[in-house]
T-cell receptor, first 114, second 112 residues
């Protein structure tokens, strides 16, 4: 079955550490996205990529970095510069055909600073 | 940027009741989607509906693009419909999707 896999489901970070969240898709989608969700809030865009080796900042990119070396993979690094990283992180992808425009989301990673 | 307002913020229904959720946009969008987030956090795409009406089982959605709003109808609600419903909108650029901006969601609780 095609889909998006995010790992790990739960992640604990110590102060000053960088951590990397994994996102892999086998839907052959060109575009991939990272969103952050805080309790009781909507989703806010961190970074997105429309094509391999290219990505753009979203609304809250400060303290985060990404890479897109393969079509299937779009990892997100939460750096020590991110002051309040505790949140639920969601990865999504979408295709370039009209029948495939709808976003498909992974099951998310819950990051907690300890 | 585009602002997305959803109403109502909270909704409690008895099982079997019908409901209508609304989404207003501050500017025109040509990419509009509805999602359901279950209590475990999984987001499921319900509709891609930049205009017109679509139906999928007990759910249907209507978007009136010229008036910048969309409606999600839930009929004969079930306890499994509980969760948060998000609408999101954004532009298309030359055939590629731009950012989807999400509303704050409508939290639906269906009581047995």
């Amino acid at each position: 079955d095609g889909g998006i896999t995010q790992s790990p489901k739960y992640l604990f970070r110590k102060e000053g550490q960088n951590v990397t969240l994994s996102c892999e898709q086998n839907l052959n989608h060109d575009a991939m996205y990272w969103y952050r969700q805080d309790p009781g809030q909507g989703l806010r865009l961190i970074y997105y990529s429309q094509i391999v080796n290219d990505f753009q900042k979203g609304d809250i990119a400060e303290g985060y970095s990404v890479s897109r070396e393969k079509k299937e993979s779009f990892p997100l690094t939460v750096t020590s510069a991110q002051k309040n990283p505790t949140a639920f992180y969601l990865c999504a992808s979408s295709g370039s055909d009209r029948v495939d425009y709808g976003y498909t989301f992974g099951s998310g990673t819950r990051l907690t600073v300890v | 940027g585009i602002q997305v307002e959803q109403s109502p913020p909270d909704l409690i229904l008895q099982e079997g009741a019908n409901s209508t959720l609304r989404c207003n946009f501050s500017d025109s969008v040509n990419n509009l989607q509805w999602f359901h987030q279950n209590p475990w956090g999984q987001l499921i795409n319900l509709f891609y509906i930049p205009s017109g009406t679509k139906q999928n089982g007990r759910l249907s959605a209507t978007t009136v693009a010229t008036e910048r709003y969309s409606l999600l109808y839930i009929s004969s609600s079930q306890t499994t419909d509980s969760g948060v419903y998000f609408c999101a909108g954004g532009p298309f650029y030359g055939g590629s999707q731009g950012n989807l901006i999400f509303g704050k969601g409508t939290k639906l609780s269906v009581k047995p």
